[in-house]
């Protein structure tokens, strides 16, 4: 694979030096680099590239909408992969926008982007914690953590932190007003010594909650 990734990066240099950067030959290198990045699970790098496709695509959209909606499916799969669920349902539409005008309702291209809505769909109505920042939270000092959708084990040694961190997660899930800082008292054991405050930040699929936790002098 980083053969393959080497290769792709040599060709697309060549073409920035030979081409204007919206030619439409670039799609193939931005779609070789997006594949590879995908199957690395670097997601991210394939979502940049992928949106250098849609970019290029979307000045020519009347010479090939079939293309800009397979990548409009494309990008809608790694925003799930991302867990960016409303970009992903958002690019889902537009790609089967797009099929509902060219292909029977039983098209293959049909079908499966409608399933892929109604995954979507489902994970919404089933939101889980993304990510948790702890800081100057008993005995974790500045730590963060990515969650699977699925399953998650916490494995360490004894007094590694690990019941803190189920505890950060449920104090920070807790029912809150916006920008309120947490002043109760039986809260106060949580702040690591000597610091004056603790934060707990929490990423959901749709949101992002901050608590802070201070001392009540």
């Known amino acids: 694979m980083s053969n393959a990734l080497k290769y792709q990066k040599k060709a697309l240099s060549i073409r920035k030096k030979t081409l204007n950067i919206n030619h439409s030959d670039f799609i193939q290198s931005y779609g070789n680099l997006s594949l590879i990045y995908n199957n690395l699970k670097e997601f991210n790098k394939a979502l940049e590239f992928t949106k250098k496709i849609i970019n290029i695509q979307e000045k020519t959209l009347d010479k090939n909408p079939l293309s800009l909606s397979n990548s409009y499916y494309v990008i809608a799969h790694i925003y799930v992969n991302l867990n960016i669920l409303d970009k992903a349902i958002q690019f889902a539409k537009k790609a089967l926008n797009i099929y509902n005008k060219n292909f029977s309702s039983n098209h293959i291209d049909?079908?499966?982007?409608k399933e892929l809505i109604n995954e979507i769909i489902k994970a919404q109505k089933s939101p889980y914690v993304r990510n948790i920042t702890i800081k100057n939270f008993k005995l974790l000092k500045d730590i963060k953590l990515n969650f699977d959708k699925n399953i998650n084990i916490l494995i360490g040694e004894n007094s590694s932190g690990k019941t803190s961190i189920l505890q950060a997660i449920s104090l920070g899930l807790l029912p809150q007003k916006n920008n309120d800082d947490r002043k109760i008292e039986s809260f106060e054991a949580f702040i690591t010594k000597r610091e004056s405050f603790a934060q707990i930040e929490i990423d959901?699929?749709?949101y992002?909650?901050?608590?802070?936790?201070?001392h009540l002098y």
């Open 208 to 214: 992002t909650k901050i608590v802070r936790l201070k």
């Open 204 to 206: 959901s699929y749709n």
């Open 110 to 113: 049909v079908k499966k982007t």
